[in-house]
């Protein structure tokens, strides 16, 4: 096809409804660098923008720019160990598996092997460093209380536990089999009056490997463990089952 | 489902300066553009995704993924703005669609965001002018025809979704489709000519 014939279709094209015969069409003008097609598509994009545009005002939280910024290393001096090295190569895959290598420093390498080579497998790559530049805030905050679980003769799942009071929950676990169709994990906060409180449902991966993120404000004196159960996939609001994994965080009097 | 318009006072001078210092991995640099384009971001992901804990993770990824491809930006004749909204709606679709369990294609939505595509446009298309055209320009649209609109560019439906979606022949959805897209053209035509 000509430019010509393509008229008409770069909106399409823009909103994600051509065909895929001039979607290819398309491509393929903007392969061999086509200038025609080039600012036929910047006029549709800027229609598209405009369109965005209009979206009914709403105002994102506070907490939201500290965390974004957080996450490049604007607060680099609080994170700690590993800023300067997030500010410099900014967030890469690599600088990720660097972390956790880092981390776990030979503790428990298998584990953090397998949490690299799980990144592979994740397809959007933008959401898995999204988590993990959470985790390792938690991991790395001062006030952070750790915790480790699974350790024993059999295979039950093990891992460690991070409860930062003001950034939320984190879970590492290996040894975790993917939870069953219909079921899913959910995570709990052991208060040490009171009822289990829920924090988050998760899968684990393919590979046995889970790393969950459990945001908000967390009373760490007023917690005695971190549990997690096998749940129906909406969730319960009390375990309905013998936890898989309990994480007593260590007693803080 | 009436649009009302988000008049946006969006600064776009000095912007090329603050693309370099993203470039140079100036974090200070992106607290900027989160203080200019955060709360168009939050606005659009929240209209798709209608959940306020939803759309906040997507914004954090629409600024992470911009902060780790601004390299590949054109900081003299790129526009930052219709770039980040494009990010932010496919952030947003992609997770609309996936809780669906349609996943939409990968090679499709990273040739409508790729940061070399913005370059050469008006960079002050989301300014508040702007907005009132796209406003005015809607307005003119018939029911039907803006539906269609906002179907697409908000749920990122196809056409033949959206037929099912309205209970109307294929072919009548793709002659409203097709009208509306040309009546924007049309009405937006000093606003969009470069
Ligand atoms: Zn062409």
Same mark, same amino acid.
């Given at each position: 096809m000509n430019c010509d014939e393509l008229q008409g279709h770069y909106e399409l094209y823009v909103l994600g409804l051509a065909e895929e015969e001039e979607s290819r069409e398309i491509r393929q003008h903007l392969d061999r660098g086509c200038e025609v097609c080039m600012r036929e598509l910047g006029s549709a994009r800027e229609l598209a923008a405009m369109v965005g545009g209009t979206a009914v005002m709403a105002a994102p939280p506070p907490a939201l720019r500290r965390r974004i910024l957080a996450s490049v290393g604007v607060e680099a001096r609080r994170l700690g160990w590993w800023a300067p090295v997030w500010g410099v190569a900014g967030i890469t895959a690599l600088s990720v598996a660097v972390f956790v290598a880092l981390f776990f420093r030979g503790r428990e390498v298998d584990l953090a092997q397998q949490l690299v080579d799980s990144r592979e497998q994740v397809r959007n790559q933008t959401i898995e460093l999204t988590r993990l530049t959470e985790a390792f805030a938690i991991m790395n905050g001062p006030d952070t209380t750790e915790a480790s679980f699974g350790?024993? $003769? =059999? =295979?039950?799942p093990k891992g460690r536990v991070f409860v930062n009071p003001a950034q939320g929950v984190l879970l590492i676990a290996s040894n975790l089999p993917p939870a069953p169709n219909g079921k899913t994990y959910e995570m709990w906060l052991l208060p040490k009056r009171g009822m289990p409180m829920p924090a988050g449902l998760f899968q684990s991966q393919t590979d046995g490997t889970a790393l969950y993120v459990r945001r908000g404000t967390v009373n760490v004196n007023g917690t005695n463990a971190v549990a997690v159960t096998l749940e129906? *996939?909406?969730? *319960? $609001? =009390?375990?309905?089952v013998q936890p898989l994994i309990v994480a007593a965080l260590p007693s803080n009097s | 489902m009436t649009l009302l318009p988000l008049i946006m006072a969006v600064e776009v001078e000095g912007e090329a300066e603050l693309v370099k210092r993203l470039q140079r991995r100036d974090p200070q640099a992106l607290a900027a553009l989160y203080d200019r384009y955060g709360r168009l971001v939050y606005s659009l992901i929240l209209r798709v995704v209608r959940d306020t804990g939803v759309a906040e993770d997507l914004v954090q990824e629409t600024f992470l993924r911009v902060w780790n491809r601004v =390299?590949? /930006?054109?900081? !003299?004749?790129? *526009?930052?703005g219709p770039w980040l909204l494009a990010v932010a709606r496919n952030r947003a679709i992609d997770y609309l669609r996936s809780t669906v369990g349609k996943a939409r294609n990968s090679l499709e939505m990273e040739a409508t965001e790729h $940061?070399? %595509? /913005? #370059?050469?446009? !008006?960079?002050?298309? %989301?300014a508040t002018d702007k907005a009132r055209q796209i406003k005015a320009a809607l307005e003119k649209l018939s029911a039907h025809q803006r539906q269609v609109i906002e179907l697409a560019y908000f !749920?990122? %439906? #196809?056409q033949t979704e959206m037929a099912e979606r309205m209970g109307q022949p294929l072919g009548t959805v793709k002659t409203w489709v097709r009208a509306a897209l040309k009546n924007l053209r049309n009405e937006l035509g000093t606003a969009v000519a470069i």
């Open positions: 350790k024993g $003769p =059999q =295979q039950p129906n *996939a909406a969730g *319960a $609001p =009390q375990p309905t | =390299q590949g /930006f054109d900081a !003299e004749r790129g *526009a930052v $940061p070399a %595509l /913005f #370059s050469d446009m !008006e960079k002050d298309i %989301l !749920e990122g %439906l #196809s």
